[in-house]
């Protein structure tokens, strides 16, 4: 597959669709490490003396009205400082304005164009892959680079859609991203993974598609009440994926002694930090009483399996990390990966929010930027965004 070291840029137009599909909370950025990842392939593009040409979406955009939180115009900003460089923000998806100011780019300038989703209001001819718009987009450079590994497992205009049209490479952070899941073919043994999060749906491509070659499966999160619920287990209201409940009866018949379950969880009866909560064993939960996090005996069984572990992949909180009082586990299980030196693979989304809210993001093996794609990925599916680049 094409790299961005395999081009010539020199003196060219060079559009990179970069992922800028940060939080933003009135108008702050609250995590830029999706902005920090692409810096690499950015400056590179810089000292390649290239007029450079940013594309990215943010958000979801439907409506006119969406367009006002959506905009990326503080990114522009974020991104200046972290450059130190100007960049010339166009708030138009395309037009004689933004093409003017395409024509205007001198060598080592850097121009961003408005987020792509805007072009979904009318007929969705970003999300759809609208060729026109495609090929439109690539009218307006003459390299493309693609480095949004977050949105890589999607065709789209900003992606797919111009890569069909133009000469194309990937940039360095998704080349990065595919480097360390494709060690994951061959994982240093033992290796184990942990799964958490809210549905078992989600996971059940990845578990059907890793289960050989994990050692084990260390279940938590939301979706361990479905694997209790299989196993007779009263779950109380905790959260349950009816659907998955056949799945969950299966696999585990299928590999008991490798898929293991929480022993003990943290209860409360309601969703929420101020009511009253209490560890349980799982023998224990009561019909008005929800499972927010895995309790103490099981992050100690779990340590127990993980201090031998050579390689660890680990996708989906193992609590509502969002409340305080039930992200113990997660934080205390990430602290002890890092402690221990364990080369731990995070597979983005929420995990790795949460390894940020403790400052462990930087401190783990890698903390990948997509969850989706990542989940794609280890599901054995084929990634549109790379595809169409090989
Ligand atoms: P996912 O996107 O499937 O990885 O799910 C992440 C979400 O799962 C987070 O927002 C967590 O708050 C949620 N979650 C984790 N544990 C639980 C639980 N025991 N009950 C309900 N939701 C949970």
């Known amino acids: 597959m094409k790299t961005i070291t395999d081009l010539e840029l020199e003196n060219k137009k060079v ?87 395409v024509d205007s780019l001198k060598n080592g300038e850097l121009l961003l164009i408005e987020n ?18 495609g090929k439109y987009w690539a009218s307006l450079g003459d390299i493309f680079i693609n480095d949004a590994f977050g949105t890589i497992h999607r065709k789209h205009a900003s992606n797919v859609g111009i890569a069909s049209n133009k000469d194309s490479a990937v940039g360095f952070l998704v080349e990065k991203e595919l480097n360390v899941l494709s060690e994951l073919k061959c994982p240093t043994k033992p290796f184990i993974i942990i799964l958490g999060g809210s549905k078992v749906s989600d996971k059940i491509g990845v578990i059907k598609n ?37 799945f969950c009866r299966d696999i585990l018949n299928k590999y008991p002694e490798k ?19 209490e560890v349980k064993d799982i023998t ?3 019909d008005n009483e929800m499972g927010l996090d895995i309790g103490p005996n099981t992050i100690t069984l779990y340590e127990n399996y993980l201090k031998d572990a050579k390689t660890v992949l680990w996708n989906g909180p193992l609590g509502v990390y969002e409340l305080n009082k039930y992200k113990k586990s997660t934080d205390e299980i990430l602290k002890f990966l890092v402690d221990n030196n364990i080369k731990t693979i995070l597979g983005g989304g929420d995990i790795v929010a949460a390894a940020s809210n403790a400052k462990l993001n930087d401190k783990v093996y890698h903390a990948s930027t997509g969850g989706g794609a990542t989940l794609e990925y280890l599901e054995g599916k084929k990634l549109p965004g790379v595809e169409v680049i090989k």
């Open 15 to 101: 559009l990179i669709r970069c992922d800028f599909n940060v939080p933003i909370k009135n108008g702050k950025i609250i995590d830029d490490t999706r902005i920090k990842e692409s810096l690499k392939t950015i400056n590179y593009c810089i000292e390649k003396n290239a007029k450079i040409i940013l594309l990215s979406h943010l958000g979801r955009v439907k409506t006119e009205s969406d367009k006002k939180d959506k905009t990326l115009k503080p990114i522009a900003k974020k991104l200046e400082k972290l450059l130190n460089k100007e960049i010339k923000f166009i708030p138009e998806t395309r037009g004689k304005k933004l093409e003017d100011a």
């Open 116 to 133: 792509t989703r805007f072009e979904d209001i009318n007929g969705k001819k970003e999300s759809s892959n609208d060729k026109e718009l």
């Open 210 to 246: 890793l289960v050989k070659k994990a050692d084990r499966i260390l279940i938590g999160g939301g979706m361990a009440f479905t694997f209790l619920q299989s196993e007779g287990y009263n779950i109380g209201s905790s959260i349950l994926d009816q659907d998955s409940l056949d």
């Open 259 to 277: 898929i293991l379950l929480p022993v003990d969880v943290n209860v409360t009866t309601e969703f929420s930090n101020s009511t009253k909560n």
């Open 284 to 286: 224990e939960i009561a």
